[in-house]
């Protein structure tokens, strides 16, 4: 299983960043797809979450309306849209999913700051 994320960078608040995490290595349309963060000296927190055939979504309180967790199958891709960026949203992304066990993407950096 190998995920990878990209996408991240530096942006404004109330910017926009659209996150990209490609998979491999597993039956990408058969399992659940999640996104988690860690900003620096905190824990890691899940954000979003996306179900195997996009039926259904979740999202951290503190992201919903804002954030968009989104799938395409037969590109073997998970998205998250970010929109109305606030500087509490600066963290490492990542993705994730369970395959017998959790999988991780190296992360990719957002930075919200003027």
């Known amino acids: 299983v190998l995920l990878v994320e990209s996408g991240g960078g530096l942006v404004q608040p109330g910017g926009s960043l659209r996150l990209s995490c490609a998979a491999s290595?597993?039956?990408?349309?058969?399992?659940?797809m999640k996104w988690y963060r860690q900003a620096p000296g905190k824990e890691r927190e899940w954000v979003a979450t996306?179900?195997?055939?996009?039926?259904?979504?979740s999202y951290l309180d503190s992201v919903k309306d804002r954030f968009t967790i989104s799938r395409d199958n037969a590109k073997n891709t998970v998205y998250l849209q970010m929109d109305s960026l606030k500087p509490e949203d600066t963290a490492v992304y990542y993705c994730?999913?369970?395959?017998?066990?959790?999988?991780w993407g190296q992360g990719t950096q957002v930075t919200v700051s003027s």
């Open positions: 996306i179900t195997s055939r996009s039926y259904s979504t």
């Open positions: 994730n999913c369970l395959v017998v066990r959790n999988y």
């Open positions: 290595g597993f039956t990408f349309s058969d399992y659940k």
